[in-house]
Nanobody, 118 residues
Framework: QVQPVESGGGLVQAGGSLRLSCAAS????????MGWFRQASGKEREFVAS????????NYIDSVKGRFTISRDNAKNTVYLQLNSLKPEDTAVYYC???????????WGQGTQVTVSS
């Protein structure tokens, strides 16, 4: 099965920004809604945001609303997550996946580490 490939993470100070990218093609990613998830050390992986195939519908958890923006470029088979006004509590490994509602339905990739220093 195909795995997504996440990139763009890094170390940033609180208040800073990052742009994450996720390259994913083939089943189940093609034609699917896509989502971003994150897993902080010692915690369960959680849903962060999702976007419909057309890009017209987006969904966010309350803690990132107004700070994070999900988008996609279907011609490039790529989904993005713009992270602004980062907080130390955003520190986690970020993953993307195809989603149904807020549940992942594909294989997980390696993720990309986001570390926010205070």
């Amino acid at each position: 099965q195909v795995q997504p490939v996440e990139s763009g993470g890094g170390l940033v100070q609180a208040g800073g920004s990052l742009r994450l990218s996720c390259a994913a093609s083939g089943r189940p990613f093609s034609g699917a809604a896509m989502g971003w998830f994150r897993q902080a050390s010692g915690k369960e992986r959680e849903f962060v945001a999702s976007i419909s195939w057309s890009g017209t519908n987006t969904n966010y958890i309350d803690s990132v609303k107004g700070r994070f923006t999900i988008s996609r470029d279907n011609a490039k088979n790529t989904v993005y997550l713009q992270l602004n006004s980062l907080k130390p509590e955003d520190t986690a490994v970020y993953y993307c996946n195809a989603v149904l509602q807020r549940s992942a339905i594909g294989m997980w990739g390696q993720g990309t580490q986001v570390t926010v220093s205070s």
